[in-house]
Structure formats: C-alpha cells, structure tokens
C-alpha cells in the first residue's frame, strides 16, 4: 500500500502540468490566432519550463489533440448512458422511430458548436491530414466505447450481428465526415438541429437492421 503512494504523487503532478498546459492552450487560443501562439507562450502561461512541455508533449499540435480528446471524453460517458428506443414504429404503426433520441445526437453537434474554434483549428491545421487521422483515431476509439457501453447496458435487446468494431469505424467516418462538410463547406449555416435531422436517417436504419430490430 505504501509503496503505492510515490507513484499516485507522481501520477497527480503529471496531470496537473498536462492540464496546465492544455489550459494555458486554451486561454491563448481565445485571444490570438493559433498559428501565431508558440511553445513558449504556452510555457510561460502555464508556469512550466519548455524543457517539461516537450517531456509530455511534441508539439502544440500534439498538445491541441490533447484538448480535443478532452473534449471528446466529455461527451462518452454521456452518451454511453443514453436510452435506446426499440420499438420499431410509432402508435400508428405508420413511420419508424429513430433508435437513439435526437438529443444526444443534437447534444454532439451542439457541443461542436461550443467548441467551434477548437474543431476548426485542427480541420485547418497546415499539417491537417496528420492531424485528421489523429482525430479519427479519437472519434473510432470514443464511438466504440459507446457501443460497448451501450450493448452492456442493453443486454435483452441488442445483439450486433456485425463486429462492433466495423460498426463503430463506419459511424465514426459518416460523423467526421460529415462535420468537416458542415464546418468547411456549409460554413455552419445548418444549424445543429438541422444536422442531427439530416444525419440521424442516413445512418440509424442500417444499424438497426445490425442489430436485428
């Protein structure tokens, strides 16, 4: 037990700096261009010596996929406790129901728009295809975790009968996808309602017929 207690020491104080560092990103961010914030505004924002910054991380790219991550871990838990509609219709027998809620799906896109510079910054990093499969690597493994969550929770009723891993890979592209269209190209005209209309039917009945509902 006790010689558990240097370590949790040492845990803590790594965290505190990554956090300071993320904070510090993110406070600079607010006020300047991201291509004009460097390592030693960030260090010296955050009350760190360079020498520890790139102990924990290479780059300030590297410290923004860190804030993104953050962002996205936010979100699972969430989403990962959300309560799934199975009837396969409405009263009237007439229109099929969506198998998740519009809220959570339009809480992802409403968190996007919270969070807009941050999501912005990495899709138009200069070093953006590095950056993009980063940030699907992020999205897969959070999407995953969900699904996992979520057939756990949901054990009478759901059953994939396709590997839950291509599952994942399937709607985690068609989201990062599609809120790189809505970012770059629709320049967020669409509100996040709209978005979640949009995209709920495209996906939801194929993973219904996955799951044999």
């Given at each position: 037990m006790?010689?558990?207690?240097?370590?949790?020491?040492?845990?803590?104080?790594?965290?505190r700096?990554?956090?300071?560092?993320?904070?510090?990103?993110?406070?600079?961010?607010?006020?300047?261009?991201?291509?004009?914030?460097?390592?030693?505004?960030?260090?010296?924002?955050?009350?760190?010596?360079?020498?520890?910054?790139?102990?924990?991380?290479?780059?300030?790219?590297?410290?923004?996929?860190?804030?993104?991550?953050?962002?996205?871990?936010?979100?699972?838990?969430?989403?990962?406790?959300?309560?799934?509609?199975?009837?396969?219709?409405?009263?009237?027998?007439?229109?099929?129901?969506?198998?998740?809620?519009?809220?959570?799906?339009?809480?992802?896109?409403?968190?996007i728009?919270?969070?807009?510079?941050?999501?912005?910054?990495?899709?138009?990093?200069?070093?953006?295809?590095?950056?993009?499969?980063k940030?699907?690597?992020?999205?897969?493994?959070?999407?995953?975790?969900?699904?996992?969550?979520?057939?756990?929770?949901?054990?009478?009723?759901?059953?994939?009968?396709?590997?839950?891993?291509f599952?994942?890979?399937?709607?985690?592209?068609?989201?990062?996808?599609?809120?790189?269209?809505?970012?770059?190209?629709?320049?967020?005209?669409?509100?996040?309602?709209?978005?979640?209309?949009?995209?709920?039917?495209?996906?939801?009945?194929?993973?219904?017929?996955?799951?044999?509902?």
């Open positions: 006790t010689s558990d207690i240097p370590q949790k020491k040492t845990d803590r104080r790594i965290l700096t990554r956090n300071a560092l993320v904070t510090a990103l993110t406070e600079l961010i607010e006020e300047k261009d991201y291509t004009e914030i460097s390592v030693d505004e960030i260090t010296q924002r955050a009350d760190i010596g360079r020498a520890t910054f790139y102990l924990h991380f290479k780059d300030k790219d590297d410290l923004l996929l860190e804030k993104f991550n953050e962002l996205v871990s936010k979100r699972v838990e969430e989403l990962s406790q959300i309560s799934l509609d199975f009837s396969k219709s409405d009263l009237a027998g007439e229109t099929q129901r969506p198998l998740f809620p519009s809220p959570p799906l339009l809480g992802v896109f409403e968190y728009v919270e969070n807009q510079k941050i999501f912005r910054i990495q899709l138009n990093s200069a070093n953006a295809l590095n950056m993009s499969e940030i699907g690597t992020i999205i897969l493994n959070s999407i995953m975790q969900v699904f996992q969550s979520i057939e756990k929770n949901n054990p009478e009723h759901l059953q994939f009968n396709l590997p839950i891993e599952v994942s890979a399937y709607f985690s592209g068609a989201l990062l996808s599609s809120v790189k269209w809505w970012m770059l190209e629709n320049q967020m005209q669409l509100t996040p309602l709209e978005m979640t209309r949009m995209f709920q039917p495209m996906f939801f009945p194929g993973l219904r017929k996955v799951l044999g509902l």
